[in-house]
């Protein structure tokens, strides 16, 4: 007789968890696999939520990761609309809210990261946008003429503000910095990125500390600034920062720090879960071992397929270069690496208006690379510069500056 | 029955390249090997549309600029997540004066 094959959990059920789960499937386990996923709706994927999702001449419904049929034939059991409210990893088993509670043998954490809450008075007047249902409350709110406040000038403010404005709102953005984009965006892309939103009609209030959030008449939201001045909104959305979503594992007795603790295999404290996404912390062995956790949508499908394959015993490293990308209007910003390791910068200018520019290290080796265009136009430059990093590579900067050079061919040697 | 149209001059493209090309507002794109084969498929990514012409290649493989969907670009076969839809080749000839494809 043969034994029980292993059960498998996989908690949290955004991009990350369902790839996580299709991975073990498609990876050649046969044994049961379950999903649990806190929200109704079937795994989707997040980065239109704050873009195209909130334009209203685009149609709005979730763009499936994965679906019932494919969740059917892949043998997933997926606990839709369950909370896990706890761990046991004494016994191996996970509660959920609705009072059932699943064994496992082996299991995958990827419970994300949530939109941090505004920190003031009022604060929870502020909208945010982190899923689905966020994206159906706020979208029919972002009408013509619509006063439309927004907390923050990082990448979910701008590409909401972005999004409004083109639905015709009367949008104004709130940052305490004295400029937008602080977090890894060199200043003089975020420059370019600044004067679209104010050719686009966007009011940016920089170096504007806020004091409170209070409701007006007529359901209006009004930020009221350290220095007495006032704003009326019709509606506040606040893009802030995320965090970690660690509760679960730390109540289990996980090691935390900033995410999940996990090694370079994306093993957490107990060796028989795993961790991935938004929600993990790692030494990340490019850039001086530092402990790292990455939010962004490739990081949580490749870590959560990662996972998956060092759960089933591949014992690969986690070695992926940090990259994301950033839609506003026709703009398309993308950035790889750790810009703070850069001691140098260099720029290229593109003959087409795209800038890039690249951060090198004390030692010459590249490390970081960030680039604003129209349309992908700055895409294949921040691959490159990508791949560069990945193998430590350390890139002749005149090479790297003059626009004339194929940046390309810098794999080759 | 298809039609052959003129995508490009050979020389248009690096080798281990690719080229964006339209034709009655349908996009394309041709790719050449590093052995100077041409190849052909949609312009377009299958997961978001986007515009396949200003992603890396390497070797055979076509990288979506925006998501890093890959295809192999002989063959159109999506290489994982998040491709779950293999994208449309096109057969290719090339004659003294260029690049040929054969659209529908």
């Known amino acids: 007789m043969s034994e029980p094959l292993d059960q498998l959990v996989v908690v949290g059920a955004g991009e990350c968890g369902a790839r996580a789960a299709l991975a073990l499937r498609a990876h050649g386990w046969r044994g049961p696999i379950a999903l649990v996923g806190d929200e109704e709706v079937y795994p989707y994927e997040r980065p239109p939520l704050s873009k195209s999702m909130l334009v209203e001449s685009l149609p709005i419904e979730p763009k499936a990761v994965v679906d019932a049929v494919q969740f059917a034939a892949a043998d997933i059991s997926f606990a839709r609309g369950e909370v896990a409210s706890a761990i046991d990893t004494a016994a191996r088993t996970v509660s959920l809210n609705s009072g059932r509670s699943l064994a496992y043998d082996r299991m995958i954490i990827a419970t994300g ?59 104004t953005v709130v940052e305490s910095a004295s400029r937008i984009l602080t977090r890894g965006v060199p200043a003089a892309m975020a420059t370019t990125i600044a004067e679209r939103h104010e050719k686009a009609g966007v009011t940016l209030l920089l170096s ?191 090479f790297l500056a003059d626009p004339s050079t194929r940046l390309k061919t810098l794999l080759k040697s | 029955m298809g039609q052959w149209i003129k995508a490009c001059d050979a020389d248009d493209i690096d080798d281990e390249d690719v080229l964006a090309f339209s034709h009655n507002g349908h996009a394309y794109a041709i790719y050449r090997s590093e052995d ?4 052909a498929t949609d312009g377009l990514c299958t997961h978001e549309k986007v515009k396949l012409a200003d992603g890396l290649v390497m070797g055979h493989i076509i990288e979506c600029p925006k998501h890093n969907g890959r295809f192999d670009y002989r063959t159109g076969a999506g290489k994982g997540a998040p491709i779950c839809e293999a994208l449309r080749t096109y057969p290719t000839r090339v004659d003294d004066d260029g690049v040929y494809i054969e659209v529908d």
Do not use: K
Request: include cysteine.
């Open chain 1, 208 to 398: 504007h500390a806020i004091d409170r959030l209070e409701l007006g008449d007529d359901a209006t939201v009004h930020i009221a600034f350290a220095d007495g001045r006032m704003l009326v909104c019709d509606l506040v959305v606040a893009g802030v920062g995320a965090v970690p979503n660690t509760e679960l594992a730390e109540q289990a007795g996980l090691r935390v720090h900033n995410g999940i603790e996990v090694n370079d295999r994306l093993q957490t404290s107990d060796p028989a879960v795993w961790a991935a996404g938004d929600c993990c912390s790692f030494s990340h062995p490019l850039f001086d071992n530092r402990r790292v956790r990455l939010e962004s949508w490739r990081n949580a499908l490749e870590q959560g397929e990662l996972a998956a394959r060092n759960l089933l015993g591949a014992d690969e490293r986690q070695s992926a270069v940090p990259w994301f990308w950033s839609d506003q209007y026709d703009l398309c910003l993308q950035v790889t690496g750790m810009s703070d390791l850069a001691t140098s910068s260099i720029v290229r200018n593109r003959p087409d208006g795209g800038q890039i520019e690249f951060g090198i290290a004390a030692d010459g080796r590249i490390v970081f690379a960030a680039g604003v265009g129209v349309g992908t136009s700055i895409a294949m430059d921040i691959r490159v510069a990508e791949v560069l990093i990945s193998r430590r590579a350390q890139p002749d900067v005149a």
């Open chain 1, 113 to 171: 990261a949530r939109a941090r809450s505004l920190p003031i008075p009022g604060g929870e007047l502020a909208m945010s946008i982190r899923s689905w249902a966020d994206v159906a409350l706020l979208r029919p709110q972002l009408r013509v003429g619509a006063r439309v406040g927004v907390i923050g000038a990082g990448f979910i403010g701008l590409e909401v503000a972005a999004a409004a404005t083109s639905n015709g709102c009367d949008v």
């Open chain 2, 36 to 39: 100077s084969r041409f190849y």
